[in-house]
């Protein structure tokens, strides 16, 4: 998840830079539809070539296509499957929306969505108005954002090194980097002198974008096979939620003759977001997935991962 967000990283330095370019000479409707166009080509692509994933499949009871999708995988890669025997037992059972709320799951829930939500509400209450608020200091609003898109590069390599068990693991990442986040644009808000500002900023989105990637690599590890999707859309729909506040909030705030209170108000988010993680009980670097609740007790219990349950006999 970590190295798919860094993908999206690059769209958004593709997204920039064709700010900078198109925006002065051509007009926003022009920016609008160079932004467009890859988007319209990964929706054909999407619809044409999307697959569901083998797991899932056979996990949902849909042995058919799960077995005519491990074909076709084996067949791309240059090996020929004639039978299929997966080890682990089918379910009929689909995610609710009140299953993230059950009692095992009541904890986990309610701290990854105020998380989600804290998350989402910080990065667009920065990055809403922040062109705006760059170019009031005199500095190329276009240019630093477009500089600022660059900088998340490193932080999310970073992210990719530290997420692993061997390394800090998925809770402590999330705490590093919200963590720094906050004192980033402290530092930005006591600073003076502008092109500094400028700088830190780029600091700024090094430690704060890679929160939504470890966010998605953490929040459908903490819930079985069955859930996991549910729980992901159920925290999506959540993080749409500050997109109607913060333009409000942000556009009062940079009115405000402090210039200093934009960005603390935002570290106070990340601050409280930081807080919040400590609630986090469960590291799941290095764990299996597990197929369904049921699984729970029996993971604890046995030596035998569920990951290593799912077998696949090619006859």
């Known amino acids: 998840m970590v190295a798919i967000t860094f993908c999206g990283a690059l769209g958004a330095i593709l997204t920039g830079g064709l700010a900078w370019w198109l925006l002065p000479k051509y007009g926003w409707q022009t920016l609008l539809g160079a932004c467009a166009a890859p988007s319209v080509a990964v929706c054909g692509i999407a619809l044409l070539f999307g697959e569901e994933s083998p797991r899932y499949l056979f996990v949902s009871g849909q042995k058919a296509k799960g077995t005519k999708l491990l074909k ?17 037992p089918p379910t009929s059972e689909r995610g609710r929306i009140q299953d993230l709320f059950k009692p095992e799951h009541l904890s986990s829930t309610t701290f990854i969505i105020l998380i989600w939500f804290l998350q989402a509400t910080g990065y667009w209450g920065v990055t809403v108005y922040l062109p705006e608020y760059i170019t009031s200091l005199g500095v190329d609003g ?5 500089m600022v ?11 990719m090194i530290f997420v692993e068990k061997h390394m800090l693991g998925r809770i402590k990442s999330l705490r590093v980097f919200s963590l720094g986040t906050c004192l980033s644009l402290i530092v930005f808000a006591v600073v ?20 939504y990637s470890l966010l998605n690599t953490y929040t459908p590890e903490i ?30 705030l940079l009115s405000h003759p402090s210039k200093w209170l934009y960005p603390v108000v935002w570290s106070i988010v990340f601050f ?15 764990d299996s997935l597990r ?19 799912f077998l696949i006999t090619a006859l």
């Open 149 to 159: 898109f660059i900088g998340e590069l490193p932080g999310l390599c970073l992210a």
């Open 272 to 286: 409280v977001q930081f807080c919040l993680m400590f609630g986090l009980r469960h590291e799941t670097a290095g």
């Open 223 to 252: 819930y079985p096979t069955n859930m996991r999707g549910v729980a992901m859309a159920t925290v999506n729909a959540i993080i749409e939620i500050p997109g109607l506040i913060t333009p409000f909030v942000g556009a009062t």
């Open 142 to 146: 276009y240019f630093n954002m477009f």
């Open 192 to 211: 003076d002198l502008d092109f500094l500002k400028a700088a830190v900023v780029i600091v700024c989105y090094f430690f704060m974008v890679p929160i």
């Open 291 to 309: 197929d369904s609740d049921s699984q729970r007790k029996k993971d604890d219990e046995s030596p035998v991962s569920s990951r290593d349950e």
């Open 72 to 88: 076709k995988i084996a067949l791309q890669n240059g090996a020929e499957i004639e039978n299929v025997t997966i080890t682990v």
